[in-house]
């Protein structure tokens, strides 16, 4: 057997092994002799019938695919050896020639362990914004509130007034579709595309209409920008939307709060933590991404694409818990499918490269999380949510088990490790 190495990358090394064609010779008699015990031949028993009339009744493809996974593994894990190679991940095999008169050649492309080199991590200087929160930022937090709290009356005898609220039967179809049953929607008056809106403005409980109207050309959904749509409309009811006054009686119905000025106090106190927070996640992130410039990070490919299948999953789950497909969230957003795996290889590569940089950096500083402290942030979780144990213990197993929680908290004190050790102003 022959074998050449040929490294492509830091990451990934080509093996080209060559096994002589006696070898595949006789390994191709063991083929047909292994199909003998199970083929039919007409006037023989199984396992008698001459191989010249095996020929005959098994696919030349069947034997080929017979030999490679029996020549294969053993020169595969011969060449490793040889070559003194400790692959990360199973390879990635490409076979060059098969033929039973000349020598079986084939590539494996062999996956190699990761390699950090870190650079300086300690002294990394920064700048933390301060949490700045106006009153207009309050304001505006308290008329969300305010508006969140509206009622709908229902109203007669006046058509449809824009920021009302419509209950409605409507049929649609698109250029080239064909026209669905009417469903049931609720729908706020001047919200939507112009056209729908210029419409529907006016029109009163039980009036049906019937138009047309153009998506505009950057339509969220790809499939219906600039489309021509006909809307078959028939008003159930109009309501008015009543906004609750801003006084000590809403404040009572948001929280336990006696007064609108302790909804404010609380609103304001609610938003500076909120901003505290996005700082240090914004200064946790600026302290990362210059260690891992610093640093040189080579991994395979392999890393990559396990981190993509597994958004993949996380993705199609919530699409599927919110009956969309892949197809239809991709025209919601206006990507196409090659956009959208474009930008989870970069998300998933860059995620590695933060992942490895953090845990090289906490072998070198041996910054570990203990089961005490696995347990003691279970109690914690248990004693925030006013929950048991064991039903904390049930939520974690459904999301990993003990182990993502391990790497959580030990991220978590890597990330504080990095923050007590660079300069942050």
């Keep these: 057997m022959q074998v050449t190495a040929e490294q492509l990358n830091p990451s990934e090394i080509e093996l080209k092994i060559e096994i002589e064609a006696e ?3 006789k390994t191709i008699d063991q083929v047909y002799q292994e199909f003998s015990d199970s083929a039919e ?3 023989f028993r199984k396992g008698k019938a001459p191989r010249h009339l095996l020929e ?3 696919s030349p493809e069947s034997v080929k695919r017979r030999a490679v996974e029996l020549m294969v593994p053993p020169a595969y894990r011969k060449a490793l050896e040889e070559k003194d190679i400790h692959p990360y991940a199973e390879p990635e095999v490409e076979i ?3 033929d039973e008169q000349q020598p079986f050649i084939f590539k494996a492309a062999v996956p190699l362990p ?4 870190l650079g300086e991590y300690k002294g990394i200087e920064v700048e933390r914004k301060a949490a700045q929160i106006t009153d207009q930022d309050v304001e505006a937090q308290l008329k969300h509130l305010q508006e969140s709290r509206a009622t709908s009356e229902k109203v007669e005898g006046r058509g449809v007034r824009k920021g009302d609220i419509v209950v409605a039967d409507i049929a649609s179809t698109a250029e080239g579709e064909e026209k669905g049953n009417p469903r ?3 729908f706020e008056a001047g919200a ?3 056209g729908f809106d210029d419409n529907i403005l006016g029109m009163q409980a039980g009036q049906r209409r019937v138009f047309t109207v153009q998506y505009p050309k950057d339509f969220s959904d790809q499939e219906l920008a600039g489309k021509n749509a006909e809307f078959d409309v028939t008003v159930e009811s109009v309501g008015e939307r009543r906004i609750t006054e801003l006084n000590d009686e809403l404040a009572k119905t948001i929280g336990d709060f006696e007064t609108l000025a302790d909804l404010r106090e609380d609103i304001r106190v609610r938003l500076i933590a909120s901003a505290e927070e996005a700082a240090d996640r914004e200064v946790e992130r600026k302290i990362i991404d210059e260690i891992v410039a610093r640093s040189k990070v080579d991994f395979p490919d392999v890393l990559v694409e396990h981190e993509v299948e597994h958004d993949l999953q996380d993705i199609q789950a919530r699409l599927d818990r919110q009956r969309l497909t892949l197809q239809q969230y991709l025209r919601q957003t206006g990507r196409t499918e090659e956009q959208f795996m474009s930008e989870l290889r970069e998300n998933a590569a860059c995620g590695v490269r933060i992942g490895l940089v953090l845990a ?8 570990n999380v203990t089961d005490e402290e696995i347990d003691a942030e279970i109690e914690r979780m248990a004693a925030d949510w006013k929950a048991t144990r064991e039903s904390v213990e049930a939520y974690i197993e459904a999301r990993g088990g003990r182990h993502a929680l391990k790497n959580s908290l030990l991220n978590r004190k890597i990330i504080e490790f990095l923050k007590s050790v660079s300069a942050v102003k």
Excluded: T, W
């Excluded at 990761?114 to 080199?117: A, D, Y």
């Excluded at 090289?360 to 910054?367: A, H, L, P, Q």
């Design 23 to 25: 070898e595949v010779a």
């Design 41 to 43: 031949v007409p006037g």
């Design 56 to 58: 005959r009744y098994i």
């Design 96 to 98: 060059v020639q098969l």
């Design 114 to 117: 990761p390699k950090v080199e």
């Design 184 to 186: 049931r929607a609720l």
């Design 192 to 194: 939507n595309i112009a």
């Design 360 to 367: 090289e950096i906490s072998d070198k500083e041996n910054i």
